[in-house]
Structure formats: structure tokens, C-alpha cells
């Protein structure tokens, strides 16, 4: 986990809502390609 704010960004956090489909995966793949970049050009 890169921060625990997910409940400031996704009102369905942990909720009966919180499912695949409440989530924005692209969103998510290009966070995830980021983090990545960021840790791989640490110098």
C-alpha cells in the first residue's frame, strides 16, 4: 500500500459496496507504473 487514504478517495471502501466494479482499474495500472518508474530511479 503506498498510502492508507483509499477511504478519502473511494466512498465504498469497506463498505457492501466496495466491488470490482466500484474501482477504476487504469486509474490503478498507472499508479502502480509510477511507483515502479519512482523506486527504479531511486539513485
Given at each position: 500500500m503506498v498510502?492508507?487514504?483509499?477511504?478519502?478517495?473511494?466512498?465504498?471502501?469497506h463498505t457492501t459496496n466496495d466491488k470490482?466494479?466500484?474501482?477504476n482499474l487504469e486509474m490503478m495500472?498507472?499508479?502502480i507504473d509510477?511507483?515502479?518508474y519512482a523506486i527504479k530511479n531511486i539513485k
Open positions: 498510502t492508507n487514504t483509499a477511504f478519502y478517495r473511494n466512498k465504498n471502501y470490482m466494479e466500484t474501482l495500472g498507472l499508479v509510477e511507483v515502479y
